[in-house]
């Protein structure tokens, strides 16, 4: 089977950089700041292949790159340098503007105008964030949060758009006689379902999920995780797992790559990274796992 | 079917002054298609790390491990790529390990029904009427269908492990340990639903406590020092 997506030399860099940027930050300088120009680089050299409807994992410690990769996925961040292609599977329907004539992968998505990369996002992915806030509009009512998101996708008929709301908060367990709150005044749990409901919304192949059970109570977590894995398996989603908890990663992802310092130390599958770790970070990761 | 070649393992501990610690070496033995092989071997021997690395949980650090698979032919599971070992695991190869690992607050039933709705491709209801008859055969009472597997006693958890491995009918299934914390009744159970599987061709490796037991089950047995 051929890889949804391609990502390949992904990297991104803040500062003005230098010609020895690359060569003095990483793990084994324990630094990601470059000490002759300051610059830091974020991440570097990045490269996997995505499956349709795999679940991989990304782990590392703060500051490792692993969020900076989902924001420049997510077009949110400009990258430095690297390539990301989609299968034309995938897209060529919706997108057909994004394909060389008989070509199997798009062309370089990094390249694309911000409309286009707009439309990107708006057809193939959603993303769900550790803070609510960042994904949702507090104020406004659930139903509405997912209306904006209805709109962005090119949905105008207002009914349309709340029955889609009521049938996407019903399968995040969300009751619907609270659909016109706002998330304000919801617990933490729910206000990361209606997130889900929201980053659902717009029928994605490709959903970001990162840190999405950081700072939830156990049973809540226990409660997402099941519903991600159900969803996952309904809707055929694609799902890059950004964590730095080891167990939500080994239920949720058969795959995983280990970052530190902007780079991917390790990659492998799940239960071999966990029990058979090959590079000293993550045996150190592992080794510290409660 | 499964041909292990000059397999050792060794794991370098960085985190330990680059500590080495020889886990298995230059093991070689042979399963036949429809085969059942035990493992037996001292406590430490490297039984399960055999096991572990056929299944790629580990990385083998040298020698070869040949399968015969349905899709792909004779393959190399040392050194298959990661997808590939994933899809073999999906179609193909079973494990089942000492311990057992599901999401929280999912009930039994759910647990054992989905690998069989993963792939098999059969209907939700088919499913569930599979998942029941096995926890049925394998005397796990109705009451806890629906309950979470992570409040259940040691030998219940068992139960369920095996029933989530076995549901969906391997080519092929490596077994850590599948009768070690169950009473007596259950282990007669746990065999006759191994005997079944392998009239219907799964071929398997299996490491037992019991060495009257393990001769019972299996057609030959491979020492490991």
């Not at chain 1, 659909?179 to 749990?189: R, V």
């Not at chain 1, 717009?202 to 059970?213: H, M, R, S």
């Not at chain 2, 159970?189 to 009257?212: K, N, P, Y």
Request: charged share 20%.
């Amino acid at each position: 089977m051929e890889p949804l997506i391609r990502i390949r030399g992904l990297s991104k860099r803040f500062g003005n950089g230098c010609e020895r940027c690359l060569s003095s930050t990483g793990p084994e300088y324990e630094t990601n700041r470059c000490a002759h120009c300051g610059s830091v680089v974020a991440c570097n050299d990045v490269s996997f292949n995505l499956y349709k409807n795999e679940a991989l994992g990304i782990v590392g410690e703060s500051g490792s790159g692993k969020s900076t990769l989902v924001r420049l996925l997510h077009f949110e961040w400009d990258a430095s340098d690297g390539s990301v292609e989609l299968h034309s599977d995938a897209v060529l329907d919706a997108l057909p503007e994004l394909f060389e004539h008989g070509c199997m992968y798009s062309r370089n998505l990094l390249g694309l105008s911000p409309f286009q990369k707009r439309q990107v996002r708006n057809a193939l992915m959603g993303i769900v964030y550790q803070n609510p806030f960042l994904g949702l509009r507090m104020n406004v009512s659930s139903g509405g949060n997912i209306a904006e998101r209805l709109l962005g996708a090119g949905w105008r008929n207002i009914g349309a758009m709340r029955r889609r709301a009521a049938e996407l908060l019903e399968k995040t367990e969300i009751p619907l006689e609270r659909m016109d709150e706002p998330p304000k005044n919801f617990s933490g749990g729910m206000q990361q379902r209606v997130q889900i409901a929201k980053a659902l919304s717009n029928n994605p192949l490709i959903l970001f999920l990162d840190e999405v059970t950081t700072g939830l109570d156990l049973s809540v977590q226990a409660r997402v995780l099941d519903l991600i894995r159900t969803l996952q398996s309904e809707f055929k989603l694609s799902l890059l797992v950004v964590s730095h908890d080891l167990g939500v990663i080994n239920l949720l992802c058969q795959r995983t790559m280990v970052m530190k310092y902007g780079r991917v130390v390790e990659a492998g599958l799940t239960d071999q990274i966990l029990q058979d770790p090959q590079h000293k970070y993550t045996q150190l990761l592992v080794a510290s796992q409660l | 079917m499964l041909t292990v070649q000059g397999l050792s393992k060794d794991f370098t501990l960085h985190i330990l002054n680059e500590k080495n610690i020889a886990a298995c070496r230059d093991v070689s033995f042979n399963v036949p298609k429809g085969g059942f092989l035990g493992l037996s071997g001292p406590s430490g021997a490297g039984k399960s790390t055999v096991l572990k690395c056929i299944y790629r949980t580990y990385l083998p650090s040298s020698g070869a491990v040949w399968y015969d698979s349905a899709e792909y032919g004779r393959i190399d599971l040392a050194t298959l790529p990661d997808r590939a070992v994933i899809d073999i695991r999906t179609r193909e190869m079973g494990y089942v390990s000492q311990f057992l690992k599901v999401i929280p607050r999912v009930s039994a039933l759910d647990i054992v029904m989905e690998p069989i709705l993963a792939r098999n491709g059969v209907s939700r209801e088919a499913a569930r009427e599979r998942a029941i008859w096995l926890l049925e055969r394998l005397r796990i009472p109705e009451h806890l269908f629906d309950a979470y597997p992570a409040t259940f006693s040691g030998g219940e958890q068992q139960r369920i492990n095996i029933a989530h491995a076995v549901s969906w009918k391997p080519r092929l299934l490596l077994l850590d340990e599948p009768t070690a914390s169950l009473d007596s009744a259950s282990v007669a159970s746990v065999l006759e639903i191994l005997g079944e599987l392998r009239q219907e061709g799964t071929t398997m490796i299996g490491i037992f406590h019991d060495h009257e037991l393990m001769a019972s089950v299996t057609d030959s047995v491979f020492s490991i020092y």
